[in-house]
């Protein structure tokens, strides 16, 4: 029977036979441990010298890693490992060899493995990332649609940019400038008053001269916007949202976060409602803690957001920053003109803002006036505006950054594992 390694548990004490790759091996005179991967899962196979002819053992015995194999075995209950099965291997076809791999199992150094990007993809740590990202990609879309959110994909050439200027990828578009999106909000606001409640889900570019565990030039971003949300509406479709991708990674990725050695305990914790404070609450919380350094009006920095977090074992929603730290579109609080009605949800452990959203201007003339403030060309979002001349309606909405998310609940320490091919300060290669 022709299968694949996650479907071995359909055939135990029946012969299989499996595409695969030698991921490592171990033997000795009598026995070849075969550690095997094909994609859908890691496997053991068990190739013993008294159990098959002697060609077959010493071909199981000389194959180098990543050699692509057929196997054929006995599929056996293993309660030894955390997959639960081995393969009693009967026989054994290379497809093609590989000779010098360059990712050994000993250790290497990050730059080594980044460079090896390709490859290093294959090892069962990255395997395991990249199924949590794929989980929480699809639970997102599981989410939204069971909401009746509809997906609308905005474009990624732009002449327009939400989270300011200077962190913009130019390019020429013909005679005329574009850059590449730095968020789809703009257009998503849009889509939300032709459909109610929408979302996207797509790549996004910043030209970040930060070099930190956080901060990827690549990133994609999960960005729902709703009519007739306020703030508070907004807050409640981001916990609930959180807490379901989270509880599908634990249903649906256990054998990921078992190979990840992730603390699943503090997982189980994730769910609706988060604990809220204010900016002001958040400012006296950290010189209470001692940090001196940071006063009303400032920006939060890493070690502060994971102070704050740290007092938490859920992530924390920091609510009503100062406007003149936040971008142009968002709604001043109606009792306080110094503050937005905004919320940056800060996940636990340390892996920082995972979500920033607002509810978003929805008047003509304070949305001209902010354009102004903020020194925009206008032209540019004269359609924008426009939306706030045809039936304008309060609305609100927010960016996920996958990646930290990812890192997050994965329990890696940087966003580089948690994308394929990471874009970063000094990397555009592989
Ligand atoms: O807080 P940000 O800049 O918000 C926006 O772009 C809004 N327009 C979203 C919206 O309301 N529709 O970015 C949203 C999230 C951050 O919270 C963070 O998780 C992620 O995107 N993010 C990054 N992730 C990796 N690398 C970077 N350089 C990132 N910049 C932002
Ligand atoms: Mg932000």
Known sequence: MKTTIAEVG???????????????????????????????????????KEEVEEAIFQKAKSITQETSLYVTGTVREDTRSPFGYELGVTNVEVISESTDYPITPKEHGTEFLMDHRHLWLRSKRQHAVMKIRNEIIRATYEFFNNEGFVKVDPPILTGSAPEGTSELFHTKYFDEDAYLSQSGQLYMEAAAMALGKVFSFGPTFRAEKSKTRRHLIEFWMIE??????????????????????????????????????????????????????????????????????????????????????????????ITHYPTSLKPFYMQPDPNREDVVLCADLIAPEGYGEIIGGSERIHDVGLLKQRIEEHQLDEKAYEWYLDLRKYGSVPHSG????????????????????????????NRLYP
Not at 254 to 282: C, H
Not at 398 to 425: C, M, N, Y
């Open 224 to 317: 729902p916007e709703m009519a007739f949300y306020q703030f508070e509406d907004n807050l409640q479709v981001q916990e609930a949202y959180v807490s379901f991708i989270v509880q599908n990674v634990l249903k649906n990725c256990k054998l990921e976060l078992n190979t990840l050695g992730r603390d699943i305990s503090k997982l189980e914790k994730i769910t609706a409602p988060f604990p809220r404070i204010t900016y002001d609450e958040a400012i006296t919380f950290l010189n209470e803690k001692g940090f001196n350094d940071i006063k009303w009006g400032d920006d939060f920095g890493a070690p502060h957001e994971t102070a704050i977090a740290e007092a938490y074992d859920k992530p924390v929603f």
């Open 398 to 425: 927010f960016g996920l950054g996958l990646e930290r998310t990812v890192a997050w609940i994965s329990g890696v320490e940087h966003v580089r594992e948690t994308i394929p091919f990471p874009r970063l300060l």
């Open 10 to 48: 359909k055939y135990v004490g029946q012969e299989v036979r499996i595409g695969a790759w030698l991921a490592n091996k171990r033997s000795s005179g009598k026995i070849a441990f075969l550690q095997l991967r094909d994609g859908t899962g890691f496997i053991q196979g068990v190739v013993v």
